[in-house]
């Protein structure tokens, strides 16, 4: 069974770190993109981050360029999301995402950050 578990999500004050792991198991990790998004309620969800394991290539979005940091442990099947300098609007709760060549995706449950003013 294909599956995504993302974990590291809580509550942090403004400034602060969180480290988002997205364990994978089921698929053949290496030949997917994860991608990190966040949603709002009431909001769409929006890309935040991926890690290209084909190439080894990470994109950022532009709202956090500079203070979160993807990566990736093939060994361990499991991509991280590094989030410094926590603001009030990273506020959201963050879901990892797999998506390969030929469209095959999955989404894991998510995981909630809140960061206090």
């Known amino acids: 069974e294909e599956k995504l578990v993302e974990s590291g999500g809580g509550l942090v004050q403004t400034g602060g770190s969180l480290r988002l792991s997205c364990a994978a198991s089921?698929?053949?990790?290496?030949?997917?993109?994860i991608g990190w998004f966040r949603q709002v309620p009431g909001k769409e969800r929006e890309g935040v981050s991926c890690f290209d394991n084909t190439n080894g290539r990470t994109h950022y979005a532009s709202s956090v360029q500079g203070r979160f940091t993807v990566s990736s442990d093939n060994a361990k099947n499991t991509v991280y999301l590094q989030m410094d300098n926590l603001k009030p609007e990273d506020t959201a709760v963050y879901y990892c995402?797999?998506?390969?060549?030929?469209?095959?995706?999955?989404w894991g449950q998510g995981t909630q950050v809140t960061v206090s003013s």
């Open positions: 089921g698929f053949a990790f290496d030949d997917y993109v």
């Open positions: 995402h797999a998506e390969n060549v030929y469209a095959h995706d999955y």
